[in-house]
Nanobody, 120 residues
């Protein structure tokens, strides 16, 4: 069984910082692309940042210059450092990873989500 476990959400004032972590565990053969999504109330889930196995990354325009995605391949973990947070960053943040299990099956897996609330 494969799962993703997120941590690091919380309540912060505008201008503050948070760091999200997402660790993959279970019968994993390899971890491929990883990313962070977010979903605000009444809005569709959107991609925030993604990172490939080689470290190539991409960000949605609204977080460029403020958020940094990184990964530790030895720990099967992806991070999202969020600085200069704004109230519009308030959302549930989900990590997603394409994992290949030891069975040979490759699928996209989602974390359970972590709430980030930015007060003005």
């Amino acid at each position: 069984q494969v799962q993703l476990a997120e941590s690091g959400g919380g309540l912060v004032q505008a201008g503050g910082s948070l760091r999200l972590s997402c660790a993959a565990s279970g019968s994993i053969f390899s971890v491929n692309d990883m990313g962070w999504y977010r979903q605000a109330p009444g809005k569709q889930r959107e991609l925030v940042a993604s990172i490939s196995t080689s470290g190539r990354f991409d960000y949605t325009d609204s977080v460029k210059g403020r958020f940094t995605i990184s990964r530790d391949n030895a720990k099967n973990t992806v991070y999202l450092q969020m600085n200069s947070l704004k109230p519009e960053d308030t959302a549930v943040y989900y990590c997603k990873a394409r994992l290949t299990a030891t069975s040979g099956n490759s699928n996209d897996y989602w974390g359970q989500g972590t709430q980030v609330t930015v007060s003005s």
